[in-house]
């Protein structure tokens, strides 16, 4: 045999030496959950390890975060029913707790990086990501609401804006919106390739975010598509996006590789609740062992071509680098 591929395996050094992707936890972000109030820790049920925060609690997580190295954050606020209504208004009012906690984080750690989502769900009294109307979703009506969701996210101290609603022109008019406001120099990551997915559950629990009737495909992306994230992707590059998101990403590797081929920006993936609640679920189980299938998980993540991942594993994940 002239060809032995086992003589690169030989042994821990030379398979290092040899390894192609290096998961680093400097490319990871933890979704953190906020709710109103002070020394709330809820667990949420469909998702074992994660909690819905008050910010003195998120301030003690951020604090144990950074200390392992992990420093990047997406936050995501539950909002009292009582506050939601059909325009989201909530979502920039001055009196929003999740803008003030803000503030309060970032007064407290300065170098954190801090991601927002964009999207009328969590403040919507129908739990869709844009104006409900006669059942429809409008498109053109709900981006003044996001410009100026994304303004109100700007001012409060986030690093970065995250549009996540999959309506058509939002990353050209947030983008349009920040600059009118001072905020050049924010980057937008957007959710480019948002697929109607059925791994969205445990966050939806998590928020008690669910549409009231009806689902997410006349603006989330059908599953069975890969050519349609191309569409999106052209749209947000020309419209000013730093970061293109696929999600989710370990059922969505070939869109990952895919947008990762066709565009210079950097490739974020979304590791969604439901795929991080089911390798939990065989974990727990004792199916599936955690310490080394969890690792494997976001590997494959990176190896399709992600450069960021958002992920409820992160601090897991920098436990086991430290
Ligand atoms: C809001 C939003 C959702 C997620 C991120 N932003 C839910 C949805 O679109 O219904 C899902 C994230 C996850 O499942 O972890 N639009």
Redesign the pocket.
Known sequence: MQRRPRRNRNSPQIRDLVQETRLSVAQLVL?IFLEDGSDVRKKIPSLPGTYRLSVDQALVEIEECIGLGLDKFIL?PAVAEALKDQMASYSHAAENYYLEAVRQIKRRFPNVMLIS?V?M??YSSDGH?GIVLDGQVLNDETLPVLAKMAVAQAEAGFDIIAP??MMDGRVGVIREALDLAGFQSVPIMS?TA?YASA??G???DALD?APKAGD?KTY?MNPANKRTSLIEGDLDLQEGADFLMV?PAVHYLDIIHLMKESFDLPIAA?H???ECAMLMAACNNGWLDYQTAMPEVLTSIARAGADVIIT?FAKDFAKMSV
């Open positions: 979704p995501f989502d999207a769900d969590p990501d996540s609603d959710y948002k791994f969205y445990p966050f939806r975010s997410k989330q999600k979304y969604v609740s439901g409820y």
